[in-house]
């Protein structure tokens, strides 16, 4: 089964969420609902009024209003077969989706030089790393890394970083 982006287990959601609030045009509460659910869904918790009500500070009618709009958004679907479900995908199935793709082969040429699976955190380095700096830039730090012997992440970063000191 061929996963969707957003399920990819070095995309952050939330660092994606934030930096398209404007675009989405989500309000800080809605935002925060939706990590929340998020957060239930990712760690498979069983969603409850009370317990959005209370971390939220937030009553029962706002918690509705809230559900809602994102709802009438096309951000969110309810679910109600076995049990309720709160399904975010129509969110990160936006016309945005797109902008936030890891070219694969980045991933995998990673993968290669650090002759070693990558941890989640290595991910959201990469990810980081295509979103801020060039494709080339970012090969030539991990050739150099691997030159060096430091197959890792932190010496990427802090290649990249020192060359734009330069």
């Known amino acids: 089964m061929i996963k969707k982006w957003y399920q990819l287990s070095y995309i952050n959601k939330r660092d994606w969420l934030l930096e398209n ?7 800080s509460p809605e935002a925060i609902l939706i990590m929340l659910i998020d957060y239930y869904n990712s760690n498979n918790i069983k969603i ?15 918690l509705n209003k809230l559900l ?12 109600t077969k076995r049990g309720l479900k709160f399904d975010l995908s129509p969110l990160y ?7 936030h793709k890891v070219d ?13 699976p990558l941890s989640r ?37 802090t290649i990249l970083k020192n060359e734009l000191k330069k």
Do not use: W
């Open 121 to 157: 955190h290595d991910f959201e380095k990469i990810n980081e790393f295509v979103n801020n700096y060039p494709k080339n830039r970012i090969i030539k730090a991990l050739q150099l890394a691997i030159a060096y012997n430091k197959p890792n992440t932190a010496y990427v970063e």
């Open 104 to 116: 694969k082969s980045i991933i995998e040429l990673f993968e290669s030089e650090f002759s070693k």
């Open 93 to 99: 199935e936006t016309k945005f989706e797109a902008e």
């Open 68 to 79: 809602e709009s994102l709802c009438v958004k096309g951000y969110l679907r309810i679910e």
């Open 21 to 27: 609030l404007e675009k989405l045009k989500i309000s």
């Open 48 to 62: 409850s009024d009370e317990d959005i009500i209370r971390k939220m500070a937030i009553n029962q009618l706002k």
